[in-house]
């Protein structure tokens, strides 16, 4: 295989793994941005007592979202870690070859 062929193909295949990594960014950047996981949820958060000022309000009902739509984060996240092994076979069969 010529050298301009061979560069070409490792370029495909850098750019199909990108396209596949972003799309991963894509899925798991909604969840970051509408849930801020910056902290572990507790279900302690939503107790009563945890509505007593504007704060915890917003714990409550951070956490509450993020118990009702474990589901669908946890679909999104597989769906994430499927581009990820994508493009991680993508580049590796490209390296190989």
């Known amino acids: 295989m ?3 062929k061979e560069h070409r193909q490792a370029l495909d295949a850098i750019t199909e ?3 596949s990594m972003k799309k991963a960014r894509q899925v798991l950047s909604r969840w970051a941005e ?3 996981y910056y902290y ?3 279900i ?3 107790a009563p007592t945890a509505g007593r000022d504007e704060d915890r309000r917003a714990t409550a009902t951070s956490t509450l979202s993020w118990v009702m739509e474990y589901d669908a ?3 999104d ?3 994430a870690l499927d581009y990820v092994i994508e493009a991680f076979n993508t580049l590796r069969e490209a390296a190989t070859s």
Do not use: F, M, Q
């Open 2 to 4: 010529n050298k301009t």
């Open 17 to 19: 793994a990108a396209e």
């Open 34 to 36: 509408d849930y801020g």
């Open 40 to 42: 572990a949820p507790s």
């Open 44 to 46: 302690k958060d939503l």
């Open 73 to 75: 984060a946890h679909t």
């Open 77 to 79: 996240v597989e769906i």
